[in-house]
């Protein structure tokens, strides 16, 4: 197993690994470790099965259900479909955005391998690494935050809007440190994002506004960041705890298909 840097900032690059075939507890804690010092770790030339793709998640923790997406493969509630096409209005991702973070316990990770991909070459997926956003902001603006918290909705999430609801759907809405201590490393990172967080509330609506902005603006430069450039059968997997995302629309008309697993996660909490 060979694992590249993709930058000095984000992301690297797994080669020479078979993720459909068991893990032995070397690999599979390789693997581990690099998710948490890269935030992110991409894989190639990768041919899974729904049930293959579901086993290596769970070797992470148990699987996600999210909470209002369209169950398109019902004998596979875990699964959330990723499609675009010629009749696509819009596609999820495009806003910055930590995945559902508006539940109570937010997902440690998520796993998209996508089997078909944008033929002009589109579709590229960027990240930002949380840790390094907060680690170069001010001590003084640091020591602002903490104790600070922001309201996550899913009512902010675009999408929600344009779907059609079932009984099953549920739009949460909860509330977060703004900095929260990563379970594993202990490192402090950002958790705001323009998707989901609306508020701070122990500030005026008008202060809310400028800091959120503030934060927004900072966190999305492109020094934290890593692209994904996808080829058919590519994985990424990314540390929802430490990293936003963004999925670039900029492939219409063109097909983009996959499937994402999301591993369940522990409530945001700052460890003083």
């Not at 599979?28 to 290596?56: N, P, T």
């Not at 430490?242 to 670039?248: K, L, P």
């Amino acid at each position: 197993m060979q694992i590249l840097k993709l930058t000095p900032t984000i992301g690297a690059e797994i080669l020479d690994v078979d993720l459909s075939a068991p893990l032995s507890e070397p690999d599979f804690e390789q693997i581990r470790r690099a998710l948490l010092e890269h935030q992110v770790i991409f894989f190639r030339d990768q041919r899974l099965s729904i049930d293959e793709h579901k086993a290596f998640g769970r070797r992470f923790g148990p699987l996600h259900i999210h909470p209002n997406a369209p169950k398109a493969l019902p004998e596979h509630p875990e699964v959330l479909v990723i499609k675009a096409d010629e009749h696509s209005k819009r596609v999820a991702g495009e806003v910055w955005h930590s995945d559902v973070s508006c539940d109570a316990e937010p997902p440690m990770g998520s796993i998209l391998y996508l089997t078909q991909i944008p033929e002009n070459g589109g579709g590229d997926t960027s990240f930002v690494n949380m840790v390094a956003a907060y680690e170069a902001l001010s001590p003084a603006l640091q020591t602002f935050l903490t104790g600070l918290t922001a309201i996550h909705s899913s009512e902010k999430s675009a999408n929600h809007r344009y779907r059609d609801k079932t009984a099953d759907m549920t739009f949460p809405e909860n509330e977060h440190p703004v900095v929260r201590t990563h379970p594993e490393t202990g490192r402090r990172a950002l958790y705001v994002n323009r998707g989901f967080t609306t508020r701070i509330p122990q500030l005026t609506a008008d202060e809310s506004k400028a800091l959120l902005d503030l934060l927004f603006e900072h966190s999305e430069q492109t020094r934290f960041q890593c692209r994904f450039k996808w080829r058919p059968n590519s994985i990424a997997f990314w540390d929802n705890r430490a990293t936003m995302h963004q999925a670039m629309w900029d492939y219409y008309p063109q097909k983009r298909y996959g499937h994402r697993i999301t591993i369940q996660g522990d409530r945001p909490f700052l460890r003083l």
